[in-house]
Nanobody
Framework: EVRLVESGGGLVQTGGSLRLSCAASEFIFDNYHIGWFRQAPGKEREGIAC????????FYADSVKGRFTVSKENAKNTAYLQMDSLTPEDTAVYYCAAERWLAWGIFDRWGDYWGQGAQVTVSP
């Protein structure tokens, strides 16, 4: 059974930082891109960051560019989303996902496997 296990959500004040983790199997990390999505109440799911398999090329949505950093640690089979300079507009449930074939950007079909989600709340 393929599982992506997220951790690290929580409550933080404006301007603060959080780091989300996404743990998966070695097979996933060797063969899949890892993406991060978020969904705020009443809004559509937004693809915000991706780190590719292999060379680890990173992609960011404009909404998070310069504030969020995606990385992975292959020895631990874990991907991270470092979130800095958080604002209340970043409040959402954050999901990691693993995708084997589709390029980043085809969001309506992206993600063969999904994490359980982590709530991030940023207070004013």
């Amino acid at each position: 059974e393929v599982r992506l296990v997220e951790s690290g959500g929580g409550l933080v004040q404006t301007g603060g930082s959080l780091r989300l983790s996404c743990a998966a199997s070695e097979f996933i990390f060797d063969n899949y891109h890892i993406g991060w999505f978020r969904q705020a109440p009443g809004k559509e799911r937004e693809g915000i960051a991706c780190i590719t398999r292999g060379n680890g090329t990173q992609f960011y949505a404009d909404s998070v560019k310069g504030r969020f950093t995606v990385s992975k640690e292959n020895a631990k089979n874990t991907a991270y989303l470092q979130m800095d300079s958080l604002t209340p507009e970043d409040t959402a449930v954050y999901y990691c996902a693993a995708e084997r074939w589709l390029a980043w950007g085809i969001f309506d079909r992206w993600g063969d496997y999904w994490g359980q989600g982590a709530q991030v709340t940023v207070s004013p």
